[in-house]
């Protein structure tokens, strides 16, 4: 089968809860099908699961050449969406996968070891993936070792689903679901029993790959042209393999391990292993102070909710910084053109960043309090340093991870899937409510419109005002409101101010989350974000008002 790049299934989204254009790999981030050569069948038989599969395993070569494939190696052209790139990928019948995207000036890695999966980004920063992320990747390794007709392989199930008519044309349509997986559907030419389009819903997106070009490697049909359409519709990336192997001999050992994260791309003043940082509010938002290029004084907003780092476009150009990748990225109120580019050095006071990635973006709809951002500080920041915000204080400490603080408060614990932190949370006293810890959010608890739309017990809510924020993307629109109570771990606090989001564009029409964490909650705390450790620790300060539950 045709593995596939997974480059841009976890790449670095800049912005807030922003994520980027969906090119060829982005699509191809869930399997890896082939075709053969074309099979006959009247447009009227009726066929029942079994019959279906079998035809497809006779299509792609049948039993005895599709299951003596133990290894697969695929080089390949990216091309498109202004991307021009090349792939390596190998992936086995036990389940395993690393794909390495290399674009000259970044590359990515991703990988599957069987159990975990990871991710070295552009930043050359290894990621340990969860949630949907590791959920897409369990499978796609799924298909591409052929396991849906070897059941002894990689766990999980596939199910027909009937005909179905696309466009004037018709297909078998099946669900394929890894254990711990998420589901996409296979769409089976009717007349052909080819595998010709793969449809994968995300959390919030559906995207398409397309299969072409199908050759026979080892008496084993593989698809040599994979197009990708993005959710917005079109042809955004072609991946066109020039070589496919099935080795004989089996991969290096380690090939597909997780690689230690020993990155250090940091460097602390006077070779401490900590650095204090002034916080500014804004507002409720908190801003620190950077330099870079020859600029001092530059404000970025401090902000857990976005997935990765930006900078403010006008920014990029003034210092002449090199495109390095199209993007575009999607926030609250929609979606961004950005470009990707490199700085070489960011320093806030006793701490420097080096050589980091960054999305340069038009940041000109978020202005805290009416002033303009240089850029926003995302995962790619938090993920480096154990970080306490004392906001008594007006100071961010900045640990290296080997020098991350003993427990003070209440560890609690967070699950970073797609690179944001998330908690689990009580609204109201009986709603649990998985929320993204979001320190780029004013109010105490934002709900998504498509959460609070169906959930009876917030219509007991205390509406003030319609209001209508800017962010990334566009404006949004909120309806303000006092809830009776909310509470994270021991601790409860009485008629917090919250919002119910109007809209569900951009990054707002999450399927899985309730909605944000922000800041009316979290600063009666002390708080200390551990991504690391995949915790956070709350300490009361004086603004917590609300004893906790004994």
Not at 47 to 68: F, K, M, T
Not at 198 to 208: C, G, H
Request: glycine share 10%; with cysteine; proline share 6%.
């Amino acid at each position: 089968m045709t593995p596939i790049s997974s480059f841009f299934a976890h790449p670095a989204r800049p912005g807030r809860g922003s994520r980027p254009r969906r090119c060829l790999a982005a699509a191809l981030a869930l399997v890896a099908l082939a075709f053969s050569a074309p099979r006959t069948g009247r447009a009227s038989e009726p066929l029942d699961e079994r019959q279906v599969l079998a035809r497809w395993l006779a299509a792609l070569g049948g039993s005895a050449a599709v299951e003596s494939v133990r290894v697969t190696y695929v080089w390949a052209r990216i091309e498109g969406a202004g991307l021009r790139g090349r792939s390596e990928e190998w992936n086995t019948a036990r389940g395993e996968l690393r794909s390495v995207a290399d674009f000259n000036t970044f590359r990515r890695i991703t990988g599957y070891d069987g159990a975990r999966g990871y991710v070295v980004d552009e930043n050359r920063k290894v990621r340990e993936l969860t949630g949907t992320a590791l959920a897409n990747l369990r499978t796609e390794v799924y298909l591409a070792s052929y396991s849906p007709f070897f059941p002894g392989r990689v766990p999980g199930s596939i199910r027909y689903l009937g005909e179905e008519t696309i466009a004037g044309a018709r297909f078998h349509t099946l669900e394929a679901h890894a254990e711990g997986g998420h589901p996409v559907r296979v769409y089976l030419d009717a007349g052909t029993f080819l595998p010709a389009r793969i449809r994968r819903v995300d959390d919030t997106d559906t995207s398409w790959t397309l299969y072409q070009n199908y050759r026979a490697v080892d008496g084993v049909m593989d698809a040599f042209l994979l197009r990708g359409v993005a959710p917005a519709g079109g042809d955004t990336t072609r991946f066109v393999v020039e070589a496919l192997l099935h080795p004989k001999q089996p991969p290096s050992p380690g090939l597909f391990d997780m690689p230690p994260d020993t990155l250090r791309d940091y460097v602390f003043a006077g070779g401490a292993d900590s650095a204090e940082v002034a916080v500014e509010s804004w507002g409720e938002h908190l801003v620190v102070r950077a330099a870079s290029h020859g600029d001092a004084g530059l404000p970025f907003l401090l902000d857990t909710g976005a997935e990765a780092s930006n900078l403010e476009a006008s920014l990029a150009r003034r210092w002449r910084l090199a495109s390095r990748a199209p993007l575009q990225i999607r926030g609250t109120g929609g979606t961004e053109d950005a470009s990707l580019v490199a700085l070489d050095t960011l320093r806030f006071g006793g701490v420097a960043l080096l050589s980091q990635h960054v999305a340069a973006v038009n940041l000109s709809g978020v202005r805290p309090t009416d002033r303009r951002l240089a850029g926003v500080l995302g995962y790619d920041f938090f993920s480096r340093f154990v970080v306490k915000l004392d906001f008594e204080r007006s100071v961010m400490t900045l640990y290296a991870p080997h020098r991350a603080p003993v427990a003070a408060g209440v560890v609690i614990p967070i699950a970073l899937d797609t690179f944001v932190p998330r908690v689990e949370a009580v609204v109201n006293d009986t709603l649990k409510a998985r929320l993204q810890v979001d320190t780029g959010a004013p109010a105490s608890v934002v709900f998504f419109r498509g959460y609070w739309s169906t959930r009876t017990v917030l219509e007991e809510r205390a509406p003030r005002r319609e209001i209508e924020t800017a962010g990334l993307g566009g404006r949004a629109k909120s309806i303000e409101a006092t809830f009776a109570s909310l509470a994270l771990g021991p601790y409860r606090v009485e008629k917090p101010l919250g919002m119910f989001r109007q809209s569900e564009a951009g990054a707002t029409r999450s399927r899985e989350d309730a909605g944000l964490l922000g800041m009316g909650f979290l600063r009666r705390f002390q708080l200390v974000l551990d991504y690391g450790q995949r915790r956070m620790m709350l300490r009361p300060n004086a603004s917590y008002q609300a004893a906790p539950r004994p």
